[in-house]
């Protein structure tokens, strides 16, 4: 499964994906710091974003993008504490890699992410069933619920589904939304992953190998540390294939 938004800070590649890199990726330090002002990050620019307790690893990628300060208020003086911003999530097509990527956050304790909405053809009795039970991983460990006819809830969380085959008439701009894992295998160009955009999320992860040179490919433990946010709206995480063998052909490119 290919479904990690994996963000840094480099130079991006102009090619589908780099693999031939002679020296190892690693984090600039500033990405490190807890102390990290939201403008430092534009796709958190317009991010909601609520406060919970954590204690941020600073080794943790998505702890150092995650981490800003906030003010608040002890009596009349107000002070800064340290806040984590949940990045909304939208997963557009909720088949095996849409259904692994909410197993996956959902078992990630204390992800700054938040997965709101799931667009699913099949409506929540489809989603539901299909969530709780798939036939090669298992049944899912969670509490998996029928809300409403618009709303399922995975351990007391709801999750709101919508149906629709066309992305430009997904509610992103009403709910707010930072990020669609576009899980369909369909929208994988600039034009059909671009109407995500344009109905108003702020960036769309394609889960397969995009079509077209215009959308750079990151593989985590490869080359996403070529990533930066003003660069491109829309990444693709590569396929299933690549992420297996990628990070083995760079250790045999760089040592051999």
């Known amino acids: 499964m290919a479904t990690h938004a994996a963000l840094a800070s480099s130079p991006i590649p102009t090619t589908n994906a780099r693999f031939s890199s002679k020296s190892s990726h690693?984090?600039?330090?500033?990405?490190?710091?807890?102390?990290?002002?939201?403008?430092?990050?534009?796709?958190?620019r317009a991010s909601s974003c609520v406060t919970f307790p954590k204690n941020a690893g600073e080794a943790s990628f998505f702890d150092a993008v995650a981490a800003q300060l906030t003010p608040k208020t002890t009596g009349s003086a107000p002070i800064k504490g340290e806040t984590v911003a949940k990045l909304k999530v939208a997963i557009n097509g909720f088949g095996r890699i849409g259904r692994n990527f909410l197993r996956c956050w959902h078992?990630?304790?204390?992800?700054?992410?938040?997965?709101?909405?799931v667009n699913d053809s099949g409506g929540v009795k489809n989603a539901s069933h299909l969530l709780k039970y798939d036939s090669m991983l298992g049944t899912f460990k969670a509490d998996v619920k029928i809300v409403n006819n618009e709303t399922i809830s995975v351990d007391g969380k709801p999750i709101k589904v919508v149906s629709s085959r066309d992305p430009l008439q997904l509610p992103w701009a009403d709910l707010g939304i930072d990020i669609v894992i576009e899980g369909t295998g369909v929208f994988v160009d600039g034009p059909g992953a671009g109407k995500h955009i344009q109905a108003g999320a702020k960036k769309v992860v394609i889960t397969a190998p995009a079509k077209g040179a215009d959308i750079p490919t990151y593989v985590v433990g490869v080359n996403e540390g070529d990533y930066y946010h003003e660069v491109s709206n829309i990444v693709s995480n590569a396929s299933c294939t690549t992420n297996c063998l990628a990070p083995f052909v760079k250790v045999m490119d760089e040592e051999f």
């Open 26 to 44: 690693s984090f600039p330090t500033q990405c490190f710091s807890k102390r990290l002002e939201v403008a430092e990050f534009s796709g958190l």
């Open 107 to 117: 078992g990630r304790k204390n992800s700054p992410l938040d997965v709101i909405v």
